[in-house]
């Protein structure tokens, strides 16, 4: 039986106290006993508004460079790529279950009977 809070993961032993926790998990992880995700709601809301604004507004700066240089017209590609590819990765993570845990995409099977 796999368990449902780490299906797949190797058992690597107890982590020392002091280990640092990942600070979204940590906040989610909070929110359970306050029994309110609103906090953390708002902490995700304002870094994502923040980071889109951010790369939005560094790929417009570059958007309208000299074709003739070479440099500028990288600048300008990696900061739409980057700006694309940040707005996909939200996007796939809102519509999307996480990878690894019960609702795994293509999988019919539960744990339920186990």
Request: net charge negative; proline share 4%.
């Amino acid at each position: 039986m796999k368990n449902p809070f780490g299906e797949g993961v190797a058992y690597t032993g107890l982590k020392p106290a002091e280990t640092e926790v990942e600070p979204g998990i940590e906040a989610a992880d909070k929110a359970l006993p306050r029994s309110s995700v609103e906090k953390r709601l708002k902490q995700v809301n304002e870094t994502i508004h923040h980071t889109i604004h951010e790369q939005f507004t560094n790929a417009m700066a570059k958007k309208k460079f000299d074709a003739n240089n070479v440099e500028a017209c990288r600048e300008y590609v990696k900061a739409y790529v980057e700006f694309i590819h940040y707005v996909e990765r939200l996007h796939e993570a809102a519509t999307k279950p996480a990878e690894g845990h019960l609702h795994e995409a293509g999988r019919s099977d539960t744990h339920e009977g186990n």
